[in-house]
């Protein structure tokens, strides 16, 4: 008589016989050896597929930077090209040298895309604000008095005279030595 625990135990034994004559089996057909040679060659598969995947990665991000790159590139040039189209605008109107300099900081356009018509527009306002920018007539610098130079006192132009000449003359004015006396001292 066999027991319900030893028949579980039979079966049990012969399920597990089953499993491993299956997988044998399938190992056979698949060419291998051993569970082991199977387990290391889904593991080299997959750190292959994980070094593959990788530089797939690599490569996705070399061309990400290069576009970025690009991208930087082409706005520099464009920002270049709107710097140029300011100045040619400027130039044509007449600023030159450190007016131009001026002139470009001081020219206002609303938008970084401006077309060359907003640009001499807005030329052509900073021209009529800022004549002087374009080569347009200065205002004379008023002279100093006695006709200096702007910028400095009147240079004292005193005579070649003898020495205590200064006293004589003030005494004169003030009315102590009589006029005739003078010719008479010479």
Same mark, same amino acid.
């Given at each position: ?18 499993e491993r004559a ?19 060659? =889904?593991? +080299?598969? &997959? ?5 593959a995947l990788s530089?797939? *990665?690599?490569?996705? %991000?070399? /061309? !990400? $930077? ?34 131009? =300099?001026? +002139?470009? &900081? ?9 077309? *060359?018509?907003?640009? %001499?527009? /807005? !030329? $052509? ?34 005579? =070649? ?8 003359e003030m005494a ?15």
């Amino acid at each position: 008589m066999v027991t319900q625990d030893r028949l579980g135990k039979m079966l049990t034994r012969e399920k597990a016989q089953g499993e491993r004559a299956a997988i044998k089996r399938l190992l056979s057909t698949l060419g291998f050896d051993s569970p082991k040679a199977l387990t290391e060659f =889904v593991t +080299a598969q &997959r750190e292959a597929e994980q070094a593959a995947l990788s530089e797939v *990665e690599r490569r996705e %991000q070399a /061309a !990400a $930077e290069r576009e970025l790159q690009a991208a930087r590139r082409e706005e520099l040039a464009a920002e270049r090209e709107r710097a140029a189209l300011r100045r040619a605008a400027l130039v044509a109107l007449g600023a030159e040298g450190d007016d131009l =300099v001026d +002139a470009e &900081r001081l020219l206002a356009v609303d938008d970084e895309d401006a077309d *060359e018509a907003q640009i %001499q527009s /807005a !030329a $052509e306002a900073l021209r009529a604000r800022r004549p002087e920018l374009f080569g347009g007539v200065r205002p004379p610098v008023p002279a100093a008095p006695a006709g200096a130079p702007a910028g400095r006192g009147p240079t004292l132009t005193a005579s =070649v005279s003898k020495p205590g000449s200064a006293g004589l003359e003030m005494a004169k004015r003030r009315g102590l030595i009589p006029e005739f006396s003078d010719s008479a001292a010479r």
